[in-house]
């Protein structure tokens, strides 16, 4: 089993800042790693794939990269609809999903 | 526009049955790989099961492995999952996914559904 682990649990950033959020892998995923927004009371929704490709929908604020192990969400200036947990999932081998980080206004 | 909507959810006690329904509109339900995953309030993502668009196809998580049961009615655009002997451990919102990306294996979940909570209580 692949296990993902996200840092920080939680990040306390102020409107206009920018967050930068990181997912590690147990082992290689190559560039299959997605991340998810989830918001209050919704379900989780696709934010990025394949690494670094953005979902429709989602601005181009929003930035992913990395690859094999080591994997990073930006947020380059942060709005007040960004605020959420954020998870990253790898579907390399099977499934799994990192413990998310919640984005908080500082 | 896609859509997925769970129902079926609910409060059962530890040793129990149940089967979540999940009705997808707005694409060609039968072309597409569907997952259930599920969370436990306030608690992360878990993965559950998966099922080829033919249904010929499924496989489980280890933690539900023999006691769940995914399956789909592609003439009603419906996908189903079967839970039996429910422990307190399966409390959590279920949500139904689509199988995003091409033709590999493995992929993303493009478009999931609102969820439907399950309680497992005495």
């Known amino acids: 089993e692949i296990v993902m682990t996200q840092s920080p649990a939680t990040l306390s950033v102020s409107p206009g800042e920018r967050a930068t959020l990181s997912c590690r892998a147990s082992?290689?995923?190559?560039?299959?790693l997605a991340w998810y927004q989830q918001k209050p009371g919704q379900a989780p929704r696709l934010l990025i794939y394949?690494?670094?490709t953005r979902a429709t929908g989602f601005p181009a604020r929003f930035s992913g990269s990395g690859s094999g192990t080591e994997f990073t969400l930006t947020i380059s200036s942060l709005q007040s609809e960004d605020f959420a947990i954020y998870y990253c999932?790898?579907?390399?081998?099977?499934?799994?999903f990192g413990q998310g980080t919640k984005l908080e206004i500082k | 526009q896609v859509q997925l909507v769970e129902s079926g959810g609910g409060v059962v006690q530890p040793g129990r049955s149940l089967r979540l329904s999940c009705a997808a509109s707005?694409?060609?339900?039968?072309?597409?790989?569907m997952h259930w995953v599920r969370q436990a309030p306030g608690k992360g993502l878990e993965w559950v099961a998966v099922?080829?668009?033919?249904?010929?196809?499924?496989f489980y998580a280890d933690s539900v492995k023999g006691r769940f049961t995914i399956s789909r009615d592609n003439s009603k655009n419906t996908l189903y999952l079967q839970m039996n002997s429910l422990g307190t451990e399966d409390t959590a919102f279920y949500y139904c996914?689509?199988?995003?990306?091409?033709?590999?294996?493995?992929?993303?979940?493009?478009?999931w559904g609102q969820g439907t909570l399950v309680t497992v209580s005495s």
């Open positions: 996914a689509r199988k995003g990306g091409g033709s590999g294996s493995f992929d993303y979940f493009d478009y």
């Open positions: 707005g694409f060609t339900f039968s072309s597409y790989v």
């Open positions: 099922i080829s668009h033919d249904e010929s196809l499924k």
């Open positions: 082992q290689s995923v190559a560039s299959n």
């Open positions: 394949g690494a670094s």
């Open positions: 999932q790898q579907y390399n081998n099977w499934y799994s």
